[in-house]
């Protein structure tokens, strides 16, 4: 699955932006990723749910919610409410990932837990087993444009064996540099789901750029 992130997109036309990959076939993106950003969190401010709410009103593409804010727990059901397909939160912000899974799920939502590099995955397993999807940073989560950090790699591999095992029931998503060349490795590492902002937006017809992106993926993760 490809989910370009508006992050790199035009912000003064989110919902042409949004249009650009709305095609049919290989460059129609699967998600939509928003990055929400607070300014705490992470040292950047970007959009919050009255955006969201527009973009769902404008698109049937399912938006991927990337909330990068202090205390979700009270401000991330309402992303779901509002129609999100899948709200990720992050371990490093969330007081009580459990109850917050099931209060993100109980309001129609898909719920996503993101680690960043530096996060061991070990230490959250037990909680993974009650989230849809695992968003694994290969950047420091704050800004877009960031060169990709391939030691989180190893990260994918444990959560890819886990779901292959059936311990784990989850999308594989990873966030940061993705691009035609790394997407390659990402894909033999077993991510499910790639989020791309600048390889998308950047280029000259972000539909095609998606339809070439995923070719890479399908390509290096049949090997």
Request: charged share 25%; aromatic share 6%.
């Given at each position: 699955?490809?989910?370009?992130s508006?992050l ?19 460059a ?7 990055d929400v950003?607070?300014g ?13 709410e ?23 059901p ?11 939160v ?53 800004f ?39 997407i ?40």
């Amino acid at each position: 699955m490809i989910a370009p992130s508006i992050l790199s997109a035009d912000f003064s036309c989110l919902g042409t932006e949004i249009d650009a990959v709305a095609g049919v076939g290989d460059a129609r993106a699967d998600w939509v990723h928003v990055d929400v950003m607070d300014g705490h969190f992470v040292p950047n401010l970007t959009i919050g749910l009255p955006v969201v709410e527009s973009l769902l009103r404008r698109t049937d593409l399912p938006l991927d919610c990337h909330l990068m804010i202090d205390d979700p727990d009270r401000w991330a059901p309402s992303y779901a409410e509002a129609g999100a397909y899948n709200v990720t939160v992050h371990a490093e912000a969330a007081h009580d990932p459990v109850m917050l899974a099931k209060n993100l799920r109980a309001a129609g939502a898909k719920a996503g837990f993101s680690v960043k590099p530096g996060t061991r995955l070990d230490d959250h397993l037990d909680t993974l087993r009650h989230y849809d999807t695992l968003l694994v940073m290969s950047v420091e989560p704050g800004f877009g444009g960031q060169p990709f950090l391939p030691e989180v790699l190893d990260k994918v591999r444990t959560a890819r064996r886990l779901v292959d095992t059936g311990h784990l029931r989850l999308v594989v998503e990873i966030d940061g540099g993705i691009n035609a060349d790394t997407i390659e490795q990402a894909a033999e590492a077993g991510v499910d789901c790639f989020v791309a902002g600048s390889a998308v937006y950047g280029a000259d017809d972000p539909g095609r750029a998606v339809a070439a992106l995923r070719e890479r993926a399908r390509t290096a993760g049949a090997r």
